[in-house]
């Protein structure tokens, strides 16, 4: 069965400090795969996606995340983390046609 | 464009009594979905509708559960009877079935306690 796992359960940095969220999915052939991420108290939103080209995907608010198809890997990185990033992020895949498979998540705390 | 819409937000119910969820998708949105998030984990899938169409329940505990999507637009997800597990929060999202990789847009979600 796909399946998506995270590295890091929660995270805590300082702000203007480097962000890297680890990620890898199991399936053996073509995924569709995406950041979302959970603000406190809102619905979770896409941060980015990738399905074929560039592996170096760029997202919102400065986040990119890097598909390393070797590595069964997408991981999310952001070079300056600011204390509006403390949020849940969630990475998933999707299989065409098929629904969303998300990972446990990870928790962010930026502080100030 | 306005979001997925869920309601209620919140419900508190006690356990063998029965619920019930609401989700408008957004407008045009051929798939729906409905998923369970419970604290401290990622969503899980319960059940994906093409349309008015059921794609895949295969998570979803039969028993207890069910969900509809009448003429193809909004979708109600019941609960009967409630169990302590249950205590969630129900997660309703939809996408379209355009070029690209469609993603899926998620509504606020409903949280439930069962007590």
């Known amino acids: 069965a796909q399946s998506v796992s995270q590295h890091n359960h929660h995270v805590i940095l300082s702000e203007a400090a480097s962000l890297e969220l680890g990620c890898n999915y199991s399936?053996?052939?073509?995924?569709?795969l995406f950041w979302y991420v959970q603000y406190p108290g809102q619905h979770l939103q896409l941060l980015l996606k990738?399905?074929?080209?560039?592996?170096l995907v760029k997202g919102i608010k400065g986040f990119e995340a890097e598909f390393i198809k070797s590595k069964f890997s997408f991981n999310l990185r952001k070079p300056s983390v600011q204390w509006s990033d403390t949020a849940e992020y969630f990475c998933?895949?999707?299989?065409?046609?098929?629904?969303?498979?998300f990972g446990p998540g990870t928790r962010l705390s930026v502080l100030p | 464009e306005a979001g997925v819409a869920q309601s209620p937000r919140y419900k508190i119910i006690e356990k063998r009594q029965s619920v019930a969820f609401w989700c408008n998708p957004i407008?045009?949105?051929?798939?729906l979905y409905w998923y369970q998030q419970i604290l401290g984990q990622g969503p899980k899938l319960l059940i994906q509708?093409?349309?008015?169409?059921?794609?895949?329940d295969s998570q979803l505990p039969k028993d207890r559960f069910s969900a509809e999507r009448l003429k193809g637009v909004d979708s109600t997800l019941k609960i009967q009877p409630a169990k302590l597990e249950d205590s969630a929060v129900y997660l309703c999202?939809?996408?379209?079935?355009?070029?690209?990789?469609?993603?899926?847009?998620f509504g606020q979600g409903t949280r439930l306690t069962v007590v």
């Open positions: 990738y399905f074929s080209g560039d592996p």
């Open positions: 999202a939809s996408s379209t079935r355009g070029t690209g990789v469609p993603e899926a847009f």
């Open positions: 407008s045009g949105h051929a798939t």
């Open positions: 509708f093409q349309n008015n169409g059921v794609v895949d």
């Open positions: 998933a895949m999707r299989l065409e046609g098929q629904n969303f498979v």
């Open positions: 399936y053996g052939g073509t995924v569709n």
